[in-house]
């Protein structure tokens, strides 16, 4: 879906992106992470073609940017949807006129508008809304909107800049359970560029961790956490790595394709952290993975553990850890 290839860009006599190798796939998750001033944004932006690039290709559906014409960006960027951190909406306008916008620029036929403004809203659980302006609305409801409106015009690719740093942790979680439900109802490529490890965690297949305008580490974010590069310490501040009071950690046994620690973490709203883990030997040894979390949570923890069947056990010994924010 997305392949980019060497990606250099340039502000000046300041190197953003440098040498940029990532494959994103159809219908993933894809987070990229990193610490301010990485490259993160300034990658997005070259996705949709907001914002050029000055050697290297990048393939968005089989698309040459690069070499796309003027005449022909728009059509281009009608297949990619955006949200933006700070929603972005216009405040002159309601709901339901944020959301029709973009098909009204296309000039989609009234019944039409008024037909897919009001299934998207009922999609991201806004419908009674539809006549307020964005200033009478939560944050969490202004990202809805937002969403709503990324996805008029039917996009194949969602770009997320920060979609959750503005919102307090239940919010966000929310609005990562949604983007999950848009990824499994309607396989949109969405790609997340954030610096939270519940959005890591809980949503994405993928990561790529940017540092210094350089791909440090990308793969399964669950290896990524296993293994612990100096780009993730760096990115979660290994000085201020915190070890959860009188925590339990738990080893848990996980399939190839088992998101279950972020499953916990954002079901149950609780304070988790991923410790580390390993590979067993063998083909057909299961990974596994610590997990630590307060002690007053381990009841609740342990019926959803049970519930689902996992292969886990408890390990007494106390160890430190990267906080896993939610």
Same mark, same amino acid.
């Given at each position: 879906? +997305?392949?980019?290839?060497?990606?250099?860009?340039?502000?000046?006599?300041?190197?953003?992106?440098?040498?940029?190798?990532?494959? +994103?796939?159809?219908?993933?998750?894809?987070?990229?992470? /990193?610490?301010?001033?990485?490259?993160?944004?300034?990658?997005?932006?070259?996705?949709?073609?907001?914002?050029?690039?000055?050697?290297?290709?990048?393939?968005?559906?089989?698309?040459?940017?690069?070499g796309l014409p003027s005449t022909s960006l728009s059509a281009f960027r009608k297949?990619?949807?955006?949200?933006? $951190?700070?929603?972005?909406?216009?405040?002159?306008?309601?709901?339901?006129?944020?959301? @029709?916008?973009?098909?009204?620029?296309?000039?989609?036929?009234?019944?039409?508008?008024?037909?897919?403004?009001?299934?998207?809203?009922?999609?991201?659980?806004?419908?009674?809304?539809?006549?307020?302006?964005?200033? @009478?609305?939560? /944050?969490?409801?202004?990202?809805?909107?937002?969403?709503?409106? @990324?996805?008029?015009?039917?996009?194949?690719?969602?770009?997320?800049?920060?979609?959750?740093?503005?919102?307090?942790?239940?919010?966000?979680?929310?609005?990562?359970?949604?983007?999950?439900?848009?990824?499994?109802?309607?396989?949109?490529?969405?790609?997340?560029v954030t610096h939270q490890m519940s959005v890591l965690s809980s949503a994405c297949?993928?990561?790529?961790?940017?540092?210094?305008?350089?791909?440090?580490?990308? /793969?399964?974010?669950?290896?990524?956490?296993?293994?612990?590069?100096?780009?993730?310490?760096?990115?979660?501040?290994?000085?201020?790595?915190?070890?959860?009071?009188?925590?339990?950690?738990?080893?848990?046994?996980?399939?190839?394709?088992?998101?279950?620690? /972020?499953?916990? @973490?954002?079901?149950?709203? +609780?304070?988790?952290?991923?410790?580390?883990?390993?590979?067993?030997?063998?083909?057909t040894s299961p990974d596994n993975l610590r997990l630590s979390f307060s002690e007053?949570?381990?009841?609740?923890?342990?019926?959803?553990?049970?519930?689902?069947?996992? +292969?886990? $056990?408890?390990?007494?010994?106390?160890?430190?850890?990267?906080?896993?924010?939610?």
């Open positions: 879906m +997305i392949i980019a290839r060497n990606i250099n860009k340039s502000f000046g006599k300041l190197n953003v992106l440098c040498g940029v190798d990532l494959h +994103i796939k159809k219908g993933s998750i894809y987070g990229l992470a /990193g610490r301010s001033g990485t490259g993160k944004s300034t990658f997005l932006r070259c996705i949709n073609g907001l914002e050029s690039y000055d050697d290297g290709n990048l393939i968005v559906d089989g698309v040459d940017v690069r297949n990619i949807g955006m949200i933006f $951190q700070n929603f972005s909406l216009l405040e002159r306008l309601t709901v339901y006129d944020n959301v @029709a916008l973009p098909l009204k620029c296309w000039k989609y036929n009234a019944f039409d508008i008024d037909k897919k403004v009001k299934n998207l809203l009922a999609l991201v659980g806004i419908s009674e809304k539809i006549g307020q302006k964005p200033r @009478a609305l939560s /944050g969490g409801q202004k990202q809805r909107v937002a969403i709503a409106r @990324a996805l008029s015009l039917e996009p194949k690719i969602l770009l997320c800049d920060e979609a959750t740093s503005a919102l307090d942790p239940k919010t966000a979680q929310e609005i990562i359970a949604l983007l999950q439900r848009i990824n499994n109802r309607m396989g949109i490529t969405i790609v997340v297949d993928e990561v790529a961790i940017l540092e210094n305008g350089r791909v440090d580490s990308k /793969g399964p974010v669950r290896e990524i956490f296993r293994q612990q590069p100096m780009a993730l310490k760096n990115l979660l501040g290994e000085k201020h790595a915190m070890e959860i009071e009188k925590g339990r950690i738990v080893t848990i046994s996980l399939s190839a394709d088992n998101r279950l620690p /972020g499953q916990i @973490a954002c079901d149950l709203g +609780i304070e988790l952290a991923i410790t580390g883990g390993k590979t067993g030997l063998g083909d007053n949570d381990f009841p609740d923890v342990e019926r959803y553990l049970v519930a689902r069947h996992a +292969i886990w $056990q408890i390990i007494h010994e106390p160890s430190s850890v990267f906080k896993c924010a939610v």
